[in-house]
């Protein structure tokens, strides 16, 4: 059978476990011109919220009693179409679910079979993750050698790889993540210049004051919310925001409130500027390239966390926004 997440109910804000449910069809097969691929990693991403949500995005809401949209990874176990063959590994758009029929155009990437690149990096520092970091750090907020970059869910699949290529750019690195086995994972194995628990009791903007005595240049902005007004009290002339995520800011409606930062980057002359990884969609494959090289070369390390079975995916964009992976968050089928 082929066990299918659906959603059920749309959530205000964070989707819960109840907003969805499992349910069990016969596995599909395919007609000419498509292939079925069973799916070995399911992801689970803080950007699903925005997906299932009414509230205007960048894409159409998934539909109520529709499988919940995901990228996934695995193998084609059947194909009618000219270019996919069976045993061949795919990452795509393939949703919550055991099996998946494509016609070919919700694959994002073929993934060669390299026990040093596993099939699962396909959906984390070697997929839209990784790529979101290369992208959004070299082309929307360029770092020079020598500068500070701080970044903020530091620990976190896009974060730590933020971290790493600035450290790879000649660059301070400085993170913010929450909790001290995050932190500690920050700096002890991504290699951060210094790691800041936001959570921790004290003041933020003192301690980024100690992780980055003369300013900061560059901020890779994935959260949105408290973290960053402190952050942006503190760039330097001339320094670059990539705006990746707003991971703190629970619901839009109504927007929340916050400083005024236009004097702010007027009188620092800072840019700041929003980007979707979909923008680079023509460029992945030399993101994908140079990460791969980096991974391989021991100068980027990832963490991934696996959730065992489909049974664990009601839970697991909840679970994000509670803080509670360690790493990149995958569902793991059997
Ligand atoms: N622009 C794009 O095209 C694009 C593409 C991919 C991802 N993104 C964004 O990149 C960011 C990171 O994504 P990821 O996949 O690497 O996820 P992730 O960082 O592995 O997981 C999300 C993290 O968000 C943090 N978080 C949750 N609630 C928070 C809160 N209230 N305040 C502060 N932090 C909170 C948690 O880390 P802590 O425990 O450290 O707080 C959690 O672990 C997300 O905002 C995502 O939407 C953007």
Redesign the pocket.
Known sequence: MNRRVLLKSRPVGVPQKEHFEIVETPVPTAREGEFVVRNAFLAV???MR?WVNAVGNYSEPVGIGEVMRSFAAGEIVESRHPDYSVGEQVMGMFGWQDHAVSDGRSVVRRVARDPDLPLSTSLGVLG??GI?AYF?LLEVAPPKSGEAVVV?????????CVGQIAKIMGCRAVG????QP?VALCRDVFGFDAAID??ADGDLGRALKDACPAGIDVYFD??S?P?SDAVLGQLNVGARVA????????SWDPVPLGPRVERHLLVKRARMQ?????DYSRRYGEAIDQLSRWVKDGRIAYREEYLDGIEAAPDAIAG??????L???LIRLS
Do not use: D, H, M, W
Request: aromatic share 6%; proline share 2%; net charge positive.
């Open positions: 991403e803080p950007a925005g839209l993750n979101t959004g903020s869910t530091a620990a976190g699949a896009v974060g730590s913010i993540a929450g909790g995050k936001y959570k994935n959260t919310g973290i705006i990746c995520g707003t991971a703190s800011v629970a929003g980007f979707l990884v979909l994000l926004y509670r803080g509670e992976n790493g990149r968050r």
